[in-house]
T-cell receptor
Framework: DTAVSQTPKYLVTQMGNDKSIKCEQN?????MYWYKQDSKKFLKIMFS???????INETVPNRFSPKSPDKAHLNLHINSLELGDSAVYFC??????????????FGPGTRLTVL | GNSVTQMEGPVTLSEEAFLTINCTYT??????LFWYVQYPGEGLQLLLK?????DKGSNKGFEATYRKETTSFHLEKGSVQVSDSAVYFC??????????????FGKGTLLTVNP
């Protein structure tokens, strides 16, 4: 019973294509996040959603568009892929109020390679 | 702004050696502090956390103490095992109001433990 799942695990595509990465959590959390991890392992937040509402948008190019159809899902769509988009993308979620509200639970990551 | 600085890796140790990974932070107010661990090919997992000054977080033999006077949260373990080989991330968390809770990560430290 996976807590935070992402699909696909690997994604190889050509420059200029459009692709999507899906994320689902079955933890009952109401806040979800997307992070980008570069080749040097540096991890940076891209977006966060709370109850389907955008909360954090960290100056990410507008080619990246998150979509949250419901509290359990946060998908990431990327238009016109560029070489520099190659990275591992992690989805995460965190619970609402309570002692663990500031803890984030990460998915296994999606390795995107743009050729 | 908020930032986290952790010691550059990689760190290579023999089994049963003592581990210290240094982490210092810059933040306004009173952040919470975290150590996350990323095993090869996986997403990040919370290792331990501390939410106020002088708190000690501990888990799986790892410890870190929130030192406000030195703005530090160094990770220690008395006797490392091969299975501890991973990338370790120090992070600080701040609530900017409402559900806007943001983690800022350090650059990660790769630990390799040899038998």
């Amino acid at each position: 019973d996976t807590a935070v799942s992402q699909t696909p695990k690997y994604l190889v595509t050509q420059m200029g294509n459009d692709k999507s990465i899906k994320c689902e959590q079955n933890l009952g959390h109401d806040t979800m996040y997307w992070y980008k991890q570069d080749s040097k392992k540096f991890l940076k937040i891209m977006f966060s959603y709370n109850n389907k509402e955008l909360i954090i948008n960290e100056t990410v190019p507008n080619r990246f568009s998150p979509k949250s159809p419901d509290k359990a899902h946060l998908n990431l769509h990327i238009n016109s892929l560029e070489l520099g988009d190659s990275a591992v993308y992690f989805c995460a979620s965190s619970p609402p109020q309570g002692p663990r509200f500031n803890e984030q639970f990460f998915g296994p990551g999606t390795r995107l390679t743009v050729l | 702004g908020n930032s986290v600085t952790q010691m550059e890796g990689p760190v290579t140790l023999s089994e049963e050696a003592f581990l210290t990974i240094n982490c210092t932070y810059t933040a306004t107010g009173y952040p919470s502090l975290f150590w996350y661990v990323q095993y090869p090919g996986e997403g990040l997992q919370l290792l331990l956390k501390a939410t106020k000054a002088d708190d000690k977080g501990s888990n799986k033999g790892f410890e870190a103490t929130y030192r406000k006077e030195t703005t530090s949260f160094h990770l220690e373990k008395g006797s490392v095992q091969v299975s501890d080989s991973a990338v370790y991330f120090c992070a600080l968390g701040r609530n900017s109001g409402g559900s806007n809770y943001k983690l800022t990560f350090g650059k990660g430290t790769l630990l390799t433990v040899n038998p």
